[in-house]
């Protein structure tokens, strides 16, 4: 019997999965590390943690099977964080992770002297505050003697795969994310270098994400190692998001929504993201930076529960309350790490249900806000992650995209990193489908027109607060 392994790390903990050839799922485990916030905007994690965990995983994992039958590992992870290391790989400070926004400056710096069209131009993208490029700068300017340290950089995926073998290598979809990578040319930009100060010796050498990178002896192990690919194009290739016109949402901390492409496209709009997929291929990406993690902070830190309160009957889709799901700032459409996140219209008569119900649609109109930048028309999609649970959420949101979703019950880049692994593509297994209901998607086109004018109202009022 042939095992492949798949990880996952994730913001929260790392989930990993142990499948057989057939692409059935053997086995689960997930190991939890802590998140740390030192000043406002700052989004921390240690390195360590991460492998500790990993570690861990791995050996719960296999426990119980033969380790010679495990023949590949793929790692699925975070992207955009900033991982540095000195001559030696070891860690110099902590890691700075995607939605970490103190980089407004850099960022600003980026978009507007070095400007957004020589970074469309050289990358494919424009600077967001969670991309790694502002972060590099940001230590530069305020950590020098780490930056003069500093002999390697790399993404947080491709830190445990330096620890599992040994190879300091990264994958093009993650790298697309840097915002010094040259996605149509799937290579680092030597003027990105540049303008960063960074030699490409400090880089990770680019690989396609199912190319072997090297071999691990972890825990008795004694397989392939694959490259590997971001979190989002390791969820693609998991729910078989790989044609074009194909459309994968993934709502996890994090939204987003993935949508595959043949050739490389560069967006009208620049708050879409152009990066490349991991089937050798590229995708387009518009990414919400709160989603599933706004209904875990009503329940668990308002409500102080962790149970999701119902949204009550279709009626109450008539409360006048409102959610604007920016509790980390937004990256698609609006390219803010200042904005916070708010309620409006709450009263005496405003009860959980409502509220409960403004999270979901809130959450759901910023997904549809990445959709309505996508030049392709949305009228069926994928669905993973950790909001899927709620089923009246799953139907909420095809009614308000106005589009069929089919909820899908792998492990998300887990199970994508496993299938990298194992060189093959399985068909995802669907847990249930939901079809909008008409009435209901005319409804919330009107209410959508409206909670697109409440970002253009507050935005200034943020800028004020600096």
């Known amino acids: ?30 190991k939890e590390y802590p998140i740390y916030y030192p000043k406002p ?15 861990d995983g791995i050996e719960e994992l296999i426990g ?13 992870g975070q992207m955009h964080g900033l991982v540095m290391l000195d001559e030696n790989g ?79 290598a990264t994958d093009v979809s993650d790298a697309s994310g840097t915002l010094y990578f040259d996605v149509e040319n799937r290579k680092w930009s030597g003027e990105m270098l540049d303008i960063l100060g960074i030699d490409i010796e400090m880089l990770p050498t680019v690989c396609e994400s199912g190319e072997v990178i090297g071999r691990t002896n972890l825990s008795g192990l004694d397989c392939d190692v694959v490259a590997g690919a971001g979190d989002n194009a390791a969820a693609a290739i998991g729910t078989r998001t790989v044609s074009e016109g194909q459309c994968n949402i993934s709502l996890g901390t994090s939204g987003t929504v993935f949508i595959p492409t043949d050739n490389y496209v560069k967006t009208e709009n620049p708050a879409l993201h152009s990066f490349c997929h991991a089937n050798g291929k590229y995708h387009l990406m518009g990414c919400i930076l709160s989603a599933a993690s706004c209904n875990k902070w009503l329940n668990e830190v308002v409500f102080e529960s962790a149970y999701n309160v119902g949204a009550g009957s279709a009626d109450g889709m008539k409360s006048e309350v409102f959610f604007l799901p920016y509790l980390s700032g937004e990256r ?104 909008p209901n ?27 607060e600096k």
């Open 90 to 168: 070891f860690v110099l400070r902590n890691a700075i992770l995607w939605n970490d926004t103190r980089t407004g400056k850099e960022t600003d710096y980026l978009n507007n002297v070095i400007g957004k069209e020589k970074l469309q131009r050289l990358t494919g993208n424009i600077a967001f505050a969670g991309f790694t490029a502002p972060k590099i700068l940001w230590v530069k300017e305020n950590e020098p003697e780490v930056f003069e340290r500093c002999k390697k950089i790399c993404l947080p995926k491709d830190y445990i795969n330096y620890k599992l073998t040994g190879a300091f």
């Open 1 to 30: 019997m042939n095992y492949y392994i798949g990880i996952d790390l994730g913001t929260s903990a790392v989930k990993l999965i142990l499948t057989d050839k057939n692409a059935e799922i053997i086995k689960t485990v997930s």
């Open 332 to 435: 698609c459409p609006h390219n803010d790490g200042d904005v916070k996140g708010a309620f409006i219209g709450i009263t005496h008569a405003t009860s959980r249900e409502n509220m409960q119900r403004a999270v979901y649609e809130g959450v759901s109109f910023a997904i549809k806000d990445c959709i309505e930048l996508c030049p392709f028309e949305i009228k069926k999609a994928t669905v993973c992650g950790g909001g899927t649970k709620s089923r009246e959420w799953m139907q909420l949101l095809a009614d308000i995209l106005g589009a069929e979703l089919s909820v899908i019950e792998n492990e998300g880049p887990a199970f994508g990193g496993a299938m990298l692994a194992a060189g093959k593509l399985s068909n995802p297994r669907v847990e249930y489908t939901v079809v």
């Open 41 to 55: 905007n700052y989004s921390e994690q240690n390195p360590d943690d991460w492998w500790r965990a990993v570690c």
């Open 64 to 76: 119980g099977y033969s380790k010679s039958d495990v023949k590949g590992i793929g790692v699925g």
């Open 438 to 464: 008409a009435e209901m998607t005319e409804q919330y086109s009107k209410k959508y027109n409206r909670f697109k004018k409440l970002y253009p109202l507050l935005k200034d009022f943020y800028k004020e």
